[in-house]
């Protein structure tokens, strides 16, 4: 607040506002960041949470002025980062497209050129006419997209907004970009989904904590982010379980760290019981890299195996088979439990790397069949 | 870091260049760079071009407000209404005594209040409309003038409907108003323009410090009672003399007394205290072109 003050103050007087110069409290949200696009070509912004790709396109919407540097632009800007923008519950979605045009910047000419094609995309009928409160959200986010991709901008810039809505709904924003694209159209795209941006982008920007590396290539600049994530990740196993008072795994064997897509990966456990354990529930799971979620996990069950651990020493072995994934840090779990889930017996997670594919730019390899007949 | 731009098409990017707009340039502390003239130019030709945003934020609010309510329109009269009668029973239960109107007192009071409320609406909705739409500020670039200018827009509605009640209430009275009457957007245009300026430096401000809007909606009320509006100006003491600086006195004042008598004492304090809101909108106006980015900073 106080630093508010002292930037209107010094803005009005006509003084710099001395932009160079960090206060406390204050850090750089971008630094460094410069790139080049010229028309028609499609730019990707990736980069991890809190990276600064939304300040950049805020900057580059002309939302608020850089503190360094500058931003040169030629063309209309269009923005496809609040869905709805202006839109009042109490009027209806008629109403509701002059308002949320004329803030995004349409002429009264344009609106009403544009007004039939903006119905259609929309698609939500007799509703047109009524409040918009008691629109669901799909068809709030579908009237909100149909406005602003009906702008006609030359420059597109759109947020992760495409995360919002149905399937229908994402196939038709795609649809609409790529529309866009052949009507050379620049755009710049902001996206965590790898595939949308090998897809789209001509070339990417990686960002990461502000600082940016603009890679021609769009692999290469998704390669890039997944590397940032692999040096976050921790490379040592989590032993998190070797047995209990009534069984010792004495010896864990695992396959090398590094595989190529399609390699399988084997425990080997090598234990001394002193008591049996029937019908042993084994719990096996892969979790990718950066997400959270479980790219595999099944039981022993799943696949009608019937494990019994008898007293005395053995040797189980366990072998995850032709693993599809390439191009990213995984982790491979392994946990058995005794029969009823009572008690845990054994719980590793090995952190595996898989080497990339070149032009995969997925995380999930899988081997795909192409042929043709005469 | 390096940028890959080959000279070839940079070459190419030119050529395409010359076909296409003006260009657009961000830098830091982007608007005194040209000068003062140019940024009256800018300012000009960004309310110019929207015009048509600035009615249809108008036409959002007013449907808003009115749409979901029985009492709708009548909810401006209400508060009018309301202080009218308090003074009128104060006046006759002798605790508070206005002394001798050459009028009855209700119309006195109401025309006052008429041009009083077109004031203080007006006011109180334009310093609050950036951070009611601080959602939209912070994600789109949109004229953040026609947003003020359409709130300020919001004082017509008062300024309509209670000049039709005051019309009303002197047929009652069997009074019958002077000419002057038809001028009324005229002579009230002075304080729009005086509420516009404060306006835009209150959303302004509003947008960076929030006790300001809280602040600002109980010193109207305060300023409704130490300003002669609903009384006539005392005869002396320290009031009278701040009055006579007060530009609203004057302002509010001076039709008035033109509506209901047809000449007024005031027309020196009226031409100044216009001249003083002229000077103050744009200066104010400036100020909000300056720094208006600041606000989507710290909205």
Excluded at chain 1, 179 to 201: P, Q, V
Excluded at chain 1, 269 to 297: C, H, K, M, W
Excluded at chain 1, 340 to 346: A, C, S
Excluded at chain 2, 99 to 121: E, N
């Amino acid at each position: 607040m106080l630093y508010g003050i002292q930037d209107i103050s010094r803005n009005i007087l006509g003084l710099g506002s001395r932009p160079g110069r960090l206060r406390p409290g204050e850090f750089w949200a971008l630094d460094n960041a410069s790139f080049n696009v010229l028309r028609g070509e499609t730019l990707g912004i990736i980069g991890p949470n809190g990276s600064g790709k939304t300040t950049l396109l805020k900057i580059l919407n002309g939302i608020f002025w850089p503190d360094k540097g500058q931003v040169r632009i030629q063309g209309k800007i269009g923005a496809l980062i609040e869905v709805g923008a202006g839109f009042h519950p109490l009027l209806t979605g008629r109403e509701n497209i002059y308002v949320n045009a004329a803030i995004l910047g349409m002429t009264k000419k344009e609106v009403k050129s544009q007004f039939d094609a903006i119905v259609a995309f929309a698609d939500i009928g007799d509703f047109l006419d009524a409040p918009v409160k008691h629109y669901s959200s799909g068809m709030y986010v579908r009237l909100g997209f149909a406005v602003a991709a009906h702008c006609r901008p030359d420059i597109f810039l759109v947020d992760e907004v495409l995360a919002v809505g149905d399937e229908g709904f994402q196939r038709k924003c795609f649809d609409k970009i790529g529309e866009l694209k052949k009507n050379d159209c620049t755009t710049i795209i902001i996206s965590h989904n790898m595939h949308t941006i090998s897809s789209f982008s001509d070339h990417v920007l990686l960002l990461d904590k502000g600082q940016a590396e603009y890679f021609h290539s769009p692999q290469d600049g998704i390669r890039g982010y997944n590397h940032l994530f692999s040096q976050q990740s921790n490379t040592e196993i989590d032993k998190n379980c070797s047995g209990n008072d009534s069984i010792q795994f004495v010896h864990v064997e695992t396959s090398a760290k590094k595989l190529n897509p399609g390699d399988s990966f084997t425990f080997r456990l090598s234990y001394e019981a002193q008591s049996s354990f029937p019908d042993v529930e084994i719990d096996t799971a892969i979790s990718n890299g950066s997400d959270s979620r479980l790219y595999f996990q099944a039981t022993n069950r799943a696949f009608g195996r019937r494990i019994d651990i008898n007293q005395g020493t053995g040797i189980l072995e366990i072998t995850f088979k032709d693993i599809p994934l390439c191009q990213s840090w995984s982790k491979i779990i392994l946990a058995i439990w005794s029969q009823k889930r009572t008690e845990l017996l054994f719980w590793w997670r090995v952190p595996v790397e898989f080497r990339g594919q070149a032009h995969a730019s997925g995380r999930n390899l899988l081997d795909i069949d192409y042929r043709q007949e005469k | 870091m390096k940028n890959k731009c080959d000279k070839m098409d940079l070459d190419e990017a030119s050529k395409k260049e010359k076909t296409h707009p003006p260009e657009i340039f961000y830098e830091p502390d982007n608007s005194l760079k040209n000068g003062y003239f140019t940024m009256f130019a800018e300012i000009t030709k960004e309310i110019k071009n929207s015009r048509w945003l600035t009615l249809q934020l108008f036409k959002r609010d007013l449907l808003a407000t009115y749409k979901q309510s029985f009492i709708g329109i009548f909810w401006v009269l209400i508060l009018p209404l309301v202080s009218v009668l308090t003074f009128i029973v104060l006046n006759h239960s002798g605790i508070f005594t206005v002394g001798q109107l050459d009028v009855p007192y209700p119309l006195f009071a109401v025309w006052g209040l008429t041009f009083w409320q077109t004031f203080s609406t007006g006011l109180l909705a334009a310093s609050n409309s950036l951070v009611k739409a601080g959602a939209m500020v912070v994600k789109i670039n949109f004229s953040k003038k026609a947003l003020v200018i359409a709130s300020a827009c919001q004082a017509l509605i008062p300024l309509a409907v209670l000049s039709i009640l005051s019309f009303l209430l002197c047929l009652v009275y069997g009074f019958l108003p002077t000419m002057w009457i038809i001028l009324i957007p005229i002579l009230a245009l002075p304080l729009l323009i005086l509420l516009l300026g404060l306006g835009l430096i209150l959303a302004l401000l509003n947008g960076i410090i929030r006790d300001i809007g809280n602040i600002l909606a109980m010193l109207i009320t305060f300023l409704l009672f130490l300003t002669p509006i609903l009384y006539p100006l005392p005869k002396g003491g320290v009031l009278a003399r701040i009055s006579q600086l007060n530009p609203l006195y004057y302002l509010i004042n001076l039709p008035r007394d033109l509506i209901l008598f047809g000449k007024s004492p005031h027309w020196t304090g009226f031409i100044w205290s216009s001249v003083a809101a002229l000077l103050a909108f744009l200066l104010c106006l400036a100020a909000f072109h300056l720094t208006e980015t600041r606000v989507a900073e710290r909205i």
